[in-house]
């Protein structure tokens, strides 16, 4: 890609490796949307230099801005229009007390602003300049009568002097809209504020939303600046730009440090679905290029190298940490999940906050490790592994032949990850397809083409899937950002759960679907779309109860212990420290509810609180309702040690030991560790036939795993408690 066709003029005196941010005493607003101004309707094209401070306007109507229609949110009502052309005039006192200029829009779809001729900013339309019947690139939505907060576009002071003049000055903006006379609505708010360099007050107050930049930080965290010349990044397709990475290890990295880690050119765009629409913290996803625009595989901060990477930015998610809670927890089950580094990011010189620097999901030997499905693997054992898909929102690209839970009717949809929809074969979709059908035809029938169910999926990252997004209680879980993958039948060919994916409003972060209750499965949940039904189908097999029973005991006593995750949650947050209050300086969010919070916390320590208590409780629930048998050996006749309980498990000082006694023979309950070391042992004598129970205090006994024994003379029995 040639990217020198996206320069502005206004931008070539930009350093782009570090940030000219002059010092700011206060802010003031030059020109207010409300401000009277004068407009143009494009019906016609406007004279070439309408723009310019020396363009007579006296043609022009006079109004109060904004101009548009159809939210309420503008001052001056017009009929619709695919574009109209706006003239605001202001005075400089001085340009040498300025230190730098802040456009903040609001608007609906899309904009090109300049003063006194010079582009300032742009987004989300063509052209050089826009004709007036140019129709913006994609819908962009206001965000001020939705109690949000413009886009802010910022200049720094090497710009500032290119463009502003001392006397009377012109802020001239041309707004289109994405569907031109068809269009419901128009919108077009505009503020040009400047950071003034003294106490004295020339201009006005900001309007009361508006929030001061942050300027130079210092942080322990890497920085990431992504410069597209002012342009707004779109949902898609990417455009453009350049990054570059602060990162100086054990020491602090500061905001206006020269790039250290990484710099160089990458091709960006937002992503998301409903975070997309709603909040105005956004992800993003780029890729990075050489200088010629060619895809490269490259690593910084201790990622391995690839090109394709993710920007999370939690928003609703104020404990800015649920992604990164559930991507470790994970992987603390093995199989591949993406890593995480939590970065402070820079757009355009603008402060965006904390993020979450992610691997996008693909197949790639650092990632998703299975085979590469060429064009010509159309036949023989190169044929059946490679593939990537997941179950999601959008359109789908087959279904299944199955209902999904609780939906008579509706059946789930899959979409191709690896190879992608355009890429794939017809052999190979074909193939794929067929795969999971005859799964899914064994998993409902219990067996299909001569295999059973456990033939066609590796049980034990089916197990592991559901053991994660059931303790995060994910509202999107099975159904929403659920990837699956196929290795080659050489090297087993079966089909895996994962990697797992979004968990902004997991762990108790929704108040739909029960996601705010500890208790409950989320797998059988009556949950919008709902699920596909392999995991009821699953729930109701012994053998995966069973390997689920063996897992969880397992993991209780080490990665998912409760003081393990909460020390880990301790730990994150101390390493965040101070870029926290920055986070919120920038997105002050923490006295209000933001979709889809169940409930308030009016501080960051109270969000934290709120995590922890949750999983706790949660952690409880799992304890009480996963059942199965895991380790229990009944190496006799079972009738001599009938119906054996042990209760609480897990338990805090005392358990329960319940059974149906046969016999009056005489028997041990002995407890061992993981080890073989023998802890505990009390004898029973010739106790009568019938009910038999003891409560056993284990009050000296460190947290951990343990077996406990039943041993008689005829007869022994074991099982795993946990402490």
């Known amino acids: 890609m040639n990217y020198s066709k996206y320069i502005f003029t206004v931008f070539t005196l930009c350093i782009i490796s570090v940030f000219g941010i002059g010092q700011v005493d206060h802010w003031e607003t030059a020109v207010f949307a409300s401000d009277d101004c004068r407009y143009f309707k494009g019906t016609t094209a406007p004279p070439s230099n309408w723009n310019r401070p020396e363009f007579n306007s006296a043609n022009w109507i006079k109004a109060t801005g904004g101009i548009g229609y159809g939210d309420a949110d503008d001052q001056t009502i017009i009929e619709p229009v695919i574009s109209v052309f706006i003239r605001y005039e202001f005075t400089v006192e001085s340009i040498e007390e300025i230190a730098e200029v802040i456009l903040d829009a609001d608007y609906d779809d899309g904009f090109v602003a300049y003063v006194n001729g010079v582009e300032i900013a742009r987004s989300l339309v063509g052209g050089n300049p826009p004709a007036f019947d140019t129709h913006a690139s994609a819908l962009h939505e206001a965000t001020l009568y939705q109690s949000g907060v413009p886009e802010r576009f910022s200049l720094n002071q090497n710009q500032v002097d290119i463009f502003l003049r001392e006397g009377t000055n012109v802020l001239s903006i041309q707004v289109h809209n994405f569907d031109g006379l068809q269009s419901?609505?128009?919108?077009?708010?505009?503020?040009?504020?400047?950071?003034?360099?003294?106490?004295?007050?020339?201009?006005?107050?900001?309007?009361?939303?508006?929030?001061?930049?942050?300027?130079?930080?210092?942080?322990?965290?890497?920085?990431?600046?992504?410069?597209?010349?002012?342009?707004?990044?779109?949902?898609?397709?990417?455009?453009?730009?350049?990054?570059?990475?602060?990162?100086?290890?054990?020491?602090?990295?500061?905001?206006?440090?020269?790039?250290?880690?990484?710099?160089?050119?990458?091709?960006?765009?937002?992503?998301?679905?409903?975070?997309?629409?709603?909040?105005?913290?956004?992800?993003?996803?780029?890729?990075?290029?050489?200088?010629?625009?060619?895809?490269?595989?490259?690593?910084?901060?201790?990622?391995?190298?690839?090109?394709?990477?993710?920007?999370?930015?939690?928003?609703?998610?104020?404990?800015?940490?649920?992604?990164?809670?559930?991507?470790?927890?994970?992987?603390?089950?093995?199989?591949?999940?993406?890593?995480?580094?939590?970065?402070?990011?820079?757009?355009?010189?603008?402060?965006?906050?904390?993020?979450?620097?992610?691997?996008?999901?693909?197949?790639?030997?650092?990632?998703?490790?299975?085979?590469?499905?060429?064009?010509?693997?159309?036949?023989?054992?190169?044929?059946?592994?490679?593939?990537?898909?997941?179950?999601?929102?959008?359109?789908?690209?087959?279904?299944?032949?199955?209902?999904?839970?609780?939906?008579?009717?509706?059946?789930?949809?899959?979409?191709?990850?690896?190879?992608?929809?355009?890429?794939?074969?017809?052999?190979?979709?074909?193939?794929?397809?067929?795969?999971?059908?005859?799964?899914?035809?064994?998993?409902?029938?219990?067996?299909?083409?001569?295999?059973?169910?456990?033939?066609?999926?590796?049980?034990?990252?089916?197990?592991?899937?559901?053991?994660?997004?059931?303790?995060?209680?994910?509202?999107?879980?099975?159904?929403?950002?659920?990837?699956?993958?196929?290795?080659?039948?050489?090297?087993?060919?079966?089909?895996?759960?994962?990697?797992?994916?979004?968990?902004?409003?997991?762990?108790?972060?929704?108040?739909?679907?029960?996601?705010?209750?500890?208790?409950?499965?989320?797998?059988?949940?009556?949950?919008?779309?709902?699920?596909?039904?392999?995991?009821?189908?699953?729930?109701?097999?012994?053998?995966?109860?069973?390997?689920?029973?063996?897992?969880?005991?397992?993991?209780r006593a080490g990665a998912f212990r409760l003081d393990s995750i909460t020390n880990y949650i301790d730990e994150q947050v101390n390493y965040l420290r101070p870029a926290i209050d920055r986070n919120f300086q920038k997105w002050p969010v923490l006295n209000q509810r933001i979709w889809p919070n169940p409930q308030v916390n009016n501080s960051f320590q109270g969000e934290i609180n709120y995590l922890k208590q949750f999983i706790s409780s949660r952690l409880r629930w799992l304890d009480s309702a996963i059942s199965g048998d895991c380790m229990t050996t009944n190496t006799v006749d079972v009738a001599e040690l009938e119906d054996l309980r042990v209760m609480p498990n897990p338990f805090l000082d005392e358990v329960n030991v319940q059974l149906y006694n046969t016999s009056k023979a005489d028997f041990d309950i002995s407890i061992f560790t993981v080890l073989g070391k023998q802890v505990f042992s009390q004898r029973y004598r010739q106790l009568p036939i019938g009910e038999f129970q003891t409560t056993l205090n284990l009050a000296d006994l460190p947290h951990g795993t343990y077996v406990l024994s039943i041993n008689s003379n005829i007869a022994s029995s074991s099982t795993l408690i946990i402490k």
């Not at 930049?213 to 600046?225: A, D, E, F, S």
């Not at 994970?330 to 620097?357: C, D, F, K, M, P």
């Not at 023989?380 to 789908?396: A, H, N, Q, R, S």
């Not at 759960?497 to 797998?523: E, H, K, Q, R």
């Open 184 to 555: 419901s609505d128009l919108s077009s708010n505009f503020f040009l504020s400047f950071g003034m360099k003294t106490a004295s007050q020339t201009y006005r107050e900001p309007p009361t939303w508006f929030i001061s930049p942050i300027g130079i930080v210092q942080t322990n965290l890497p920085i990431i600046k992504i410069d597209t010349d002012n342009r707004t990044i779109p949902d898609e397709p990417k455009i453009g730009g350049r990054i570059g990475i602060i990162w100086n290890g054990d020491t602090m990295n500061q905001s206006n440090d020269a790039f250290n880690e990484y710099e160089g050119a990458i091709e960006v765009e937002k992503r998301g679905q409903s975070s997309l629409s709603i909040f105005p913290k956004v992800n993003y996803g780029f890729e990075l290029k050489d200088e010629e625009g060619n895809d490269i595989d490259t690593s910084f901060l201790g990622f391995p190298k690839e090109e394709d990477w993710v920007l999370h930015g939690p928003y609703s998610d104020k404990s800015l940490m649920r992604n990164v809670l559930a991507m470790h927890l994970a992987n603390q089950l093995g199989g591949y999940h993406s890593r995480t580094q939590y970065v402070e990011l820079y757009i355009n010189e603008n402060y965006e906050g904390i993020y979450v620097l992610m691997e996008k999901i693909k197949r790639d030997k650092n990632r998703v490790d299975i085979a590469r499905l060429r064009d010509d693997d159309i036949e023989g054992d190169e044929l059946t592994g490679g593939y990537v898909f997941k179950i999601d929102k959008g359109i789908p690209d087959w279904r299944s032949d199955f209902d999904i839970v609780t939906r008579p009717g509706i059946k789930i949809g899959f979409q191709f990850v690896s190879p992608t929809k355009d890429n794939i074969q017809p052999e190979q979709e074909a193939y794929i397809e067929t795969y999971v059908d005859s799964f899914e035809l064994a998993l409902r029938n219990g067996s299909y083409g001569g295999k059973d169910w456990q033939d066609y999926v590796d049980l034990n990252s089916f197990v592991d899937h559901l053991i994660i997004k059931e303790l995060a209680k994910d509202v999107d879980a099975y159904r929403i950002s659920s990837y699956y993958y196929k290795e080659k039948d050489s090297e087993g060919g079966r089909l895996f759960a994962g990697p797992v994916w979004d968990f902004n409003i997991a762990f108790g972060n929704a108040d739909y679907c029960n996601g705010n209750l500890t208790s409950g499965w989320m797998y059988s949940a009556n949950c919008d779309d709902g699920n596909p039904f392999w995991w009821n189908s699953f729930m109701a097999e012994e053998e995966f109860r069973n390997q689920l029973s063996c897992r969880w005991t397992d993991l």
